[in-house]
């Protein structure tokens, strides 16, 4: 079988990808592409998981109308939001979206309950308020107790194509409740939150085979005979695995989309004070692997702007006029809570620039223009400091996802960290998605080649750092302005 499909949902827009390997060469053919978003009902953000299922059949009926008849097929979301199955494996209430504000303030009071560092000594993964612990913790008590599964997005869209339950591990380890050394669920968190192990599917690895689609799905809806393999749902996790292989030299990327997710790739997580105290995460890898990684608020703050300007221009043409606008004129803390979800991402940007006593961009470009110096000024920030937690110099920054496409953040991010930026593929997540099919269909023997086969099937662009006037003078701006800004930065 060469027909390999990629679901792959972000939390702004989700698509369906065809996979096939032609003389030695990973091709792709999207086949459905649709939008997403969560919505606020009675003052609560949710998703609509049943717009995203019906989404995923209508693209593999789309398949199945050009000719496709059999496939294999995987899913990557976004993490932390989880599902309520009651007995009868019926869902018991909409899905909460992260970003809503019932977990305002809940992190400060978990943490009076329950030691921080114990926590981080645990699990590895840093401290955000939206973490499911935290969102588990607000959530209504009842609820959870009625609850007989608890499953993460991309695992429900599993069993309601298949039937099956899981909880697969590169997303399950952002719950903040799995145990590095046990390598399951930790039960004193579980004691804590007063959940149960049974309440939790079976951990499942990237790789295994799910088994068929079920019938009825396919009779109903006239679907392709889809083999299921579990994928690495995490859609950083998929990111990572579609980075291409850096012979020779040591590398560090970014997936770049609504978030910015700066790290590594390790054999060992890095769960000890340092790291707790910077605010690094190990979320699992595929293969044994982890990622020790750096959130960073990303495309967000591009993306609310956009929006509330009633999406008069797209991203191309905002960083078209933010190459026209005067670069480093007003910088914003990336990271700082109050960029989350603001109830106006503009204001917000523009009260930021006024408390720090610089100029308030007015225009798309200049709004645009402080968001790109914000983000490349932040990336050397916490590369320098990711460099100093893994003891690892870093030659080159591969960037990967839609941020990839930006040529002006690009060459920003390399002209900062006077390094080597490597931007591409755009669509390392379905790549990542599509590689574990294929190495699990036998079409790949391991990552390794995946990779190799991901970086000569696609395009990588090469930046080279280019000289900053009064480069010192910014820096030290820059650096006066993010230390203010970190001690709020756990979000």
């Avoid at 329950?114 to 308020?129: C, D, F, M, N, R």
């Avoid at 039937?163 to 046990?182: F, H, P, Y």
């Avoid at 961009?361 to 100093?388: N, Q, V």
């Avoid at 090469?462 to 009064?470: D, G, H, R």
């Amino acid at each position: 079988m060469n027909n390999h499909i990629a679901v792959d949902i972000g939390a702004s827009s989700g698509r369906l990808v065809l996979g096939t390997l032609v003389d030695g060469s990973l091709k792709l053919e999207e086949i459905h592409r649709f939008s997403n978003g969560f919505t606020e009902q009675e003052g609560s953000c949710f998703w609509d998981i049943d717009y995203l299922f019906n989404e995923i059949v209508s693209g593999l009926h789309k398949a199945k109308s050009a000719g496709i008849t059999e496939c294999t097929l995987g899913i990557d979301t976004w993490a932390v939001d989880y599902v309520l199955l009651d007995a009868e494996g019926k869902r018991i209430k909409e899905v909460y979206a992260y970003r809503d504000r019932r977990t305002d303030g809940v992190m400060d009071e978990v943490g009076k309950l329950l030691s921080p560092e114990k926590v981080y000594a645990k699990t590895g993964i840093q401290q955000l308020t939206f973490n499911t612990l935290y969102q588990l913790y607000a959530h209504d008590r009842e609820e959870l107790e009625a609850a007989d599964q608890i499953l993460m997005v991309p695992d429900y869209l599993y069993y309601r194509l298949s039937g099956r339950k899981i909880n697969e591990v590169t997303n399950a380890s952002t719950m903040q409740l799995l145990n590095l050394a046990t390598r399951d669920f930790d039960p004193e968190l579980l004691s804590f939150l007063h959940l149960r192990r049974e309440q939790f599917a079976p951990l499942t690895e990237p790789g295994e085979d799910l088994g068929f689609i079920t019938a009825d799905l396919v009779q109903q809806y006239d679907l392709p005979q889809c083999r299921l393999i579990c994928a690495a749902t995490h859609d950083t996790a998929s990111a990572v695995l579609g980075v291409p292989a850096q012979q020779g030299r040591s590398s560090a990327y970014i997936s770049s989309g609504t978030w910015s997710l700066l790290g590594v790739e390790l054999e060992r997580p890095i769960n000890d004070s340092r790291a707790m105290a910077a605010n690094y995460t190990n979320e699992w890898g595929a293969y044994g692997t982890y990622r020790f990684l750096k959130n960073i608020m990303g495309l967000w703050l591009i993306q609310e702007v956009r929006r509330l300007d009633g999406g008069r221009y797209s991203f191309a043409e905002l960083a078209s006029m933010a190459a026209g606008s005067e670069g480093f004129r007003s910088l914003i803390p990336c990271n700082h809570p109050r960029f989350l979800n603001p109830d106006n991402m503009i204001e917000e940007i523009r009260q930021s620039c006024a408390e720090s006593g610089q100029p308030v961009p007015e225009t798309p470009g200049e709004l645009a223009r402080c968001i790109f110096d914000s983000l490349a000024l932040s990336y050397r920030s916490y590369l320098a400091e990711l460099e100093g937690l893994t003891g690892q110099g870093i030659e080159v920054l591969q960037i990967v996802g839609g941020g990839a496409n930006n040529e002006l953040l690009c060459q920003l991010t390399a002209d900062i960290i006077g390094r080597e930026v490597q931007a591409g593929p755009t669509e390392s997540t379905a790549l990542g998605n599509l590689a574990v099919q294929m190495i699990q269909s036998g079409r790949m023997t391991d990552i390794h080649e995946a990779r190799s086969v991901i970086g000569t099937s696609f395009a990588i662009k090469s930046y080279l750092p280019q000289p900053v006037p009064q480069l010192d003078q910014l820096l030290a701006r820059w650096d006066d302005l993010h230390s203010a800004a970190i001690a709020s930065e756990n979000i």
